[in-house]
């Protein structure tokens, strides 16, 4: 199990992932939060990105099986 949130300005939501194991939650839970930021990025029009970085990488790498 793999537990993580999203704050923004008056929103929190906590998501809770499951895998065979730990690691397996992690890497699911990454790949689920990647998506969720990319959505929230084309549906506000915001670009989510690293302060002080220009690029619009996330910086989340999932793992392709």
Known sequence: MCSY???SKGATKTET???V???QAL???LADLK???ERLNKASGYQFRWLEVESSDLG???PEF
Request: no cysteine; hydrophobic share 50%.
């Open 5 to 7: 949130r999203i704050s």
């Open 17 to 19: 992932v499951y895998g």
């Open 21 to 23: 194991d730990e690691l």
């Open 27 to 29: 890497q699911l839970a």
């Open 35 to 37: 998506a969720k930021l």
């Open 60 to 62: 989340l790498r999932v």
